[in-house]
């Protein structure tokens, strides 16, 4: 990691306002730490160090984001230059123009908090050389259109609906990602029509001013709503400040054997020893992480392309012994080639918590003290499995399925947004939330309520990671659910259910059932003696 130079402000978060390069070739200093850095740039470059396929990338520290301006271009412009440098592009070239991801990074993990952008540096000046460098003309105006909305979105808080209504009306009931170029041209031009008129200006088309506002709009997303709740809720300082991380970008929508993917080195929600992972081909990080978008397992990318997968699972073992626990890691493959984009350690259930540490201790990755700390405050109580079980004489009859982002049982009245939930819980009520997607603002609501069913969103979505942190009961994905706002109602199958109504979430099991079911709570006690041996060790 090669320091970049970069004016030298005055103020007590002096030393956090640097500005430094991620590159293998520029190694950690000792003056670096994750509190200056944020562990997203931080823990890039130290796969960077391990020689793990990481795009290069820079990174304004954590004190830039105590200023309430933005951060002026020349604190930054000497770093991106020495990024053009090493990808041989360059911002706002016609000819050769090189696209960034800006992206948020807290010194402590807030998965989905703050926001992240894409393909910045893309204008209608640069599509054409974009188009000639890669020969892809759906990439660049997939990749287009994206920016457009997202930028949209992040930069001009234009509400997202009307950038998912262009689509919507385009496509009909089409996936997305079978739209062609010409498709797409088309849907860019709806967008730069809509963001226009909602923003109340054009579309900027200067590359530099681009990524000047993103960055400025990631710092300031450190104040927003679901950013302080999230940190109200878990008892973290709202001082930290993020920093932010410009990296050069690599494509999971390039069609073929490109895509995007989120997993994790052990099952977050069990604690098995297997990788946990979600993917998506022809498709962006986004995609997977907005819970916007329903992903699937592994299992396809292990078919079509197993050196791909391979590669994957040696990663994940090395992200697993450098950095000494289960690992949550973020993934794109572009043509067949695999990049990581981040790695953290992974959210997980009390459950998973107790088996992970106890394998990590007896594989000899982490020794005793380690162990007994991740543990110290698991018993009883905490590992308590509830599970559904049928009444004397019941039959138990789903109404549907879903995959599972986070096991054990919930039950509780249907609430379909926030207001709702906050008057059910303060009347006493459990609630369960029901939601089309599996997004980050629904915090609030999802700390009021037991679980969270949604019709799209993956296993491995933000929010996903969030309800597992909180202890609730996730379902996402649900294909055969149906949410009638108006009427305050949801469809499974050929049953509907009214807001107020009893719903229960088998996250074991990922199934649905109407009404109240019955549960029964087990305590898992070979993990328990597990424990005990570790810790009568403890006192040997």
Sequence with gaps: MKKVPAPSPSGAAETRRTVRLIHADHPLTAT?????????????????????????????GTGWCAQSAAVERECWLPALVELERLTRLRLGDVRHPLLLSVRSGAPV??????????????????????????????????????????????????????????????????DERSLDF??????AARHLET????????????AHAQLEMAIAAVFASWNAPRARTYRELHGLPHDLGTAVTVQAMVFGNAGGLSGAGVGFTRDPS?????????????AQGEDVVSGRRSALGHEELAAVAPHVWEALLQAADRLERAFGDMQDFEFTVQDGRLYLLQTREGKRTPLAAARIALDLY???????????????????????????????????????????????????EIALDEARARERTRAGAAVVLVRND?????????????GL????????????????????????????LQIDEAARTIRLGDTTLREGDLLTLDGNTGTLYAGRAQVVETVPEALMERLRALRTAERA
């Design 438 to 450: 599996a997004e980050t603002r629904d915090i609030a609501a999802l700390d009021l309520a037991e």
């Design 32 to 60: 670096a730490g994750p509190q200056e850095l944020g562990f997203k740039a931080w823990n890039l470059a130290r796969m960077a160090a391990l020689g793990l396929p990481v795009p290069p990338a820079f990174v304004l």
């Design 182 to 187: 010409a498709d797409l041209r088309t849907l």
């Design 109 to 174: 993990s807030m998965p989905g908090m703050m926001d992240t952008l894409l393909n910045i540096g893309l204008t209608a000046a640069t599509l054409p050389g974009f188009i000639r460098i890669g020969g892809q003309p759906r990439l660049a105006w997939d990749a287009y259109r994206r920016l457009i909305s997202g930028f949209g979105e992040v930069v001009a808080g234009v509400d997202a609906g009307h950038f998912e209504a262009d689509l919507d009306n385009l496509r009909g009931d089409a």
């Design 362 to 412: 007896e594989e000899g990755r982490i020794d005793a003290r380690t162990a007994r700390e991740r543990t110290a405050g698991l018993d009883a109580q905490s590992l308590t499995q509830r599970r559904i079980t049928a009444a004397d004489g019941a039959v138990l009859v789903p109404l549907a399925h879903a995959p599972s982002a986070a096991s054990g049982v919930a039950c509780g």
């Design 195 to 206: 963001y226009r008129r909602e923003a109340g200006e054009a579309f900027p088309q200067d």
């Design 453 to 480: 069913l949604t019709r799209r969103g993956a296993r491995t979505s933000h929010a996903a990671v969030v309800a597992r942190q909180l202890g609730k009961v996730c379902l996402v994905g649900c294909d055969g």
């Design 270 to 282: 069990s604690g098995e020893a297997k990788p946990w992972v979600d993917f998506l081909f022809n």
